[in-house]
């Protein structure tokens, strides 16, 4: 797979020989995306427009110079390690890359971007093309992604689009037209308590966390921290912890040896069968049959 000629209307793109990409996510199908990490094949792209969102990072040590089209024809632009650029779909563009580079590059269908992005009631975020992204949590979430396409998306589809949720985010606030209102931010959780909150949660899966106890670490009251707790996360505190810890133990089910009891204590459920309960209401099947799936496959006798 290359990302780059997946395009809209094609001018030229040349390739460099002899590099091909090391991790691809092709083999697992993710709905709105495509993911690709290497070392760049491409020299030019002349008049290319895309029918996806593209993003791209560099992930060498040595900075890159990019020559692009502008109206006042090419002028450099310099991505060092762990800077990105953006081009929205249907936008024409003529790069030429001046080296070799690793790179990790994502496409995003403008349909799925839109669905993950757009507030209920108001227009889709308008995108223009953006370089030089830097101190983002951009390169983060794409290393997230590089690694679960390397290991075989064990997280499944459900955590690929919790990350394509804040991928796309970032992108609206690093490349869209206009910047995400302030005032949901004032309303919601601030970045220190919203860290602090989401520390405790992924480190006490296995304990009964109570909002009283998290509204108590981070110095509110527990109403008030409910409220803006959704307002920034999407759902009330109880019902997101429940999610980190049904998907920490689909990832412990991975084990051959898994114990589903264990599986149970580990993640904080009272006892197996709400576990089972639980993880069925999520996932569609118990933890018995997930683990039976994954840890003895069927064999066909010929």
């Not at 690709?36 to 290319?48: L, S």
């Not at 992204?133 to 075989?152: N, P, R, V, W």
């Not at 037209?177 to 480190?203: F, N, W």
Request: hydrophobic residues 40%.
């Amino acid at each position: 797979m290359n990302l780059a000629p997946a395009t809209g209307q094609l001018g030229r793109v040349d390739f460099r020989d002899g590099i091909s990409p090391i991790v691809t996510s092709q083999a697992y199908d993710w709905p709105g995306l495509k993911l690709e990490a290497g070392v760049n094949n491409i020299a030019a792209v002349d008049e290319i427009s895309g029918l996806q969102h593209y993003v791209s990072m560099n992930l060498d040590d040595r900075p890159l110079t990019l020559e692009v089209k502008g109206q006042q024809g090419f002028r450099s632009v310099v991505l060092r390690r762990g800077a990105a650029w953006f081009c929205p779909a249907n936008e024409l563009v003529s790069v030429r890359l001046n080296s070799d580079f690793r790179y990790v590059r994502m496409s995003i269908d403008p349909i799925y971007f839109d669905r993950l992005t757009t507030e209920p009631g108001k227009p889709p975020v308008e995108l223009r093309r953006t370089y030089a992204i830097a101190k983002s949590q951009i390169g983060h979430i794409l290393g997230a992604l590089i690694a679960e396409s390397d290991a075989g998306n064990p997280g499944g589809l459900a955590f690929v689009e919790a990350l394509a949720t804040g991928l796309s985010h970032q992108l609206a606030v690093h490349a869209g037209v206009q910047k995400p209102r302030a005032s949901r931010v004032r309303g919601g959780l601030s970045e220190v308590h919203k860290r602090r909150t989401l520390e405790l949660m992924d480190a006490r899966l296995d304990s009964s966390l109570t909002v009283e106890f998290l509204a108590n670490e981070v110095g509110l009251s527990p109403a008030h921290f409910a409220r803006v707790f959704k307002e920034t996360m999407g759902v009330a505190p109880h019902r997101f912890l429940l999610t980190l810890r049904l998907d920490h133990a689909r990832r412990l089910l991975d084990a051959p040896d898994a114990i589903l009891s264990d599986v149970a204590q580990r993640t904080g459920f009272a006892d197996q069968a709400h576990f089972t309960r639980l993880f069925k209401r999520e996932f569609g099947v118990t933890p018995g049959a997930m683990f039976r799936s994954r840890s003895h496959p069927i064999i066909v006798l010929k």
